[in-house]
């Protein structure tokens, strides 16, 4: 007896015993469940391929990079130019290596030195938002010497792929932003007979990511071994950005600048430097001086510092970009039907409480939650449909928390 069009699929021929689901167009045409999932990988496949595509129509300027990041990013110009002109070169290089031409061009790795608090990871990850290539962040101080406990450095790719939905072809041509880079700075320069498995192991480890060649990376991340199927990823076209505090550097930039000479022109050679900026002048020998070994800074050639928050970047980080820590808590409170607002006098007070804990944009947030943590805690539960804070409200919840007692 021959097949009917209602018990078997249009596309593979299975009948409806040999499936799970028969879906119908209700015309005579059937699709069975196997046949669906295979199309959808295909589409999948495609969508990966067409999100990841680059023409020259689509590269962003570096000027359009740089308006995009001042939306989210307060201050920090030079490395926002920095890291701008970075990704626009990336582009074009990505464009460059697909055709046949006597200049081959370089790609510029570049890391950021900057104070905790900064803005170097919300720079990386507003940027990610701009871009039209794989992006990933990675933690350096969870690597160690391959053999050893930890994650190898090969984990840093993996990370890329799934991001990429395991298409190499993007991956290749992705960006890496390696976060807490000065944490795997030398320990010592003094030789010892144990290993320093999640230092300069570390550094030596990247070298091969940094400059450009073909690693096997385990799927799947983890430890390797022999019987696992690897993936040769093609390192050359992605651009790694690295990210650091470096804290104790700038007596390192003091030193080499000689700022604490003594003799004639002492008077004179003190004023030329801003010593409350002292990383503005962060070189390469200063890098090495830190602890970076001289082969891996020299697969970092662009260098450049963030600048420390003062106080009026702080008030405008407090409120002004597109996601500020107040416009966050607003809409929290809009969510449960109520309308929040701060007084501008408890605005000044939160800024002037993060000056003088010396924690950047990140004790921004962790005031504002001492302050709000009650509000939040009963504003759900009651009838109130304005809630305005005040300058006594706040400074009385900053008094009653613990996190914020004086030694």
Known sequence: MAKTSQHFCSFCGRTQKQVVMLIPNGEGVNICNDCITFTHKIVQEELGRQKFSISGVDIPKPQQIKSFLDQYVIGQDAAKRHLAVAVYNHYKRIIQTDKEDDVEIEKSNIILVGATGTGKTLLARTIAKRLNVPFTIVDATVLTEAGYVGE???????????????????????????DEIDKIARKSDNPSITRDVSGEGVQQGLLKLLEGSIVNVPPQGGRKHPEQKMILVNTQNILFICGGAFDGIEKKIAQRLNSHVVGFFAATDKLRFDRENMLQYIAPQDLKAYGLIPEIIGRLPVITHLDPLDRQTLRQI??????????????????????????????????????????????????????????????????????????????????????????
Do not use: C, H
């Open 318 to 407: 407090l409120t002004e970009p597109k996601n500020a820590i107040i416009k966050q808590y607003i809409k929290l409170f809009a969510m449960d039907g109520v309308t929040l607002s701060f007084d501008d006098v408890t605005l000044e007070y939160i800024v002037d409480k993060a000056v003088e804990y010396k924690l950047g944009a990140r004790g921004l947030r962790s005031i504002v939650e001492a302050i709000m943590t009650d509000a939040m805690f009963d504003a759900p539960s009651s009838d109130i449909k304005t809630l305005t804070i005040g300058i006594d409200y706040a400074k009385e919840r900053i008094e009653n928390t613990t996190l914020f007692l004086s030694e």
């Open 152 to 178: 190898d450095i090969e984990s840093i790719l993996t990370r890329l792929l799934q991001v990429a939905d395991y298409n190499v072809s993007a991956a290749e041509k992705g960006i890496v932003f390696i």
